[in-house]
């Protein structure tokens, strides 16, 4: 069956630090790939996605691309700020309305 | 901006006993979801329903399982005997134009 795999974690950064978190996906065919995150105390909300191979999604410096060959989605930022310390969850779906399965999630602490 | 929203923030129960897990879905969404995280693990699915009826269910939701919209706002989760192994953070989601949006969810803790 679909699963998604992240890095372990919790991952800790200096502000202003470049990030990335890997995920690697398995799935046949082609699925939407997203990255949810979760601020403390919140629930899960949609950070960015990608729909088709080699797609690039982006919001609030974030970047993620579709990788098909190496069936990868990993989560990028240039400049990371304290107020990006939160938990982080790459996810795929088959469909519109599908289910989505998740990783694990990673938990990311911006220092000063 | 609309949120869904859950009842109770936390709740502590004992072996044997029923729970249910409220959400109160953002209106004119569609499409129902709930999901559940064991500490330390996966968000799992468990279950989906649309028009009043479960479309798909995961192997996790057994006859121990049941969701209901019983007023045309909340949407239920209901765990009729739980069990140890039930504690995690219950998450409810609905479906939007570009994505499903969570609720803060429930952790639940079984006695």
């Known amino acids: 069956g679909d699963s998604v795999t992240q890095m372990e974690g919790p991952v800790t950064l200096s502000e202003e630090a470049f990030l990335t978190i890997n995920c690697t996906y398995t799935?046949?065919?082609?699925?939407?790939l997203f990255w949810y995150v979760q601020y403390p105390g919140e629930g899960l909300q949609l950070l960015l996605k990608?729909?088709?191979?080699?797609d690039k999604g982006s919001n609030k410096g974030f970047e993620a691309t579709y990788r098909k060959e190496t069936t990868s989605f990993h989560l990028e930022k240039g400049s990371v700020q304290v107020s990006d310390s939160a938990v982080y969850f790459c996810?795929?779906?088959?469909?519109?309305?599908?289910?989505?399965?998740f990783g694990k999630g990673i938990t990311l602490s911006v220092r000063p | 901006e609309p949120e869904v929203t859950q009842t109770p923030s936390h709740q502590v129960t004992q072996m044997g006993q029923e729970v249910i897990l409220r959400c109160v879905p953002i209106?004119?969404?569609?499409?129902f979801y709930w999901y559940r995280q064991i500490l330390g693990q996966k968000v799992e699915f468990l279950v989906s329903?649309?028009?009043?009826?479960?479309?798909?269910k995961s192997e996790i939701f057994d006859d121990q399982f049941s969701v209901e919209r019983p007023d045309g706002s909340n949407f239920t989760l209901k765990i009729r005997s739980t069990k140890l192994e039930d504690s995690a953070m219950y998450f409810c989601?609905?479906?939007?134009?570009?994505?499903?949006?969570f609720g803060p969810g429930t952790r639940l803790l079984v006695l």
């Open positions: 996810a795929l779906s088959r469909g519109a309305n599908s289910k989505l399965t």
């Open positions: 799935a046949t065919g082609y699925p939407s």
């Open positions: 990608a729909t088709k191979a080699d």
């Open positions: 209106s004119n969404h569609l499409y």
């Open positions: 329903f649309y028009n009043n009826e479960i479309s798909e």
């Open positions: 989601a609905t479906l939007g134009p570009e994505t499903q949006y």
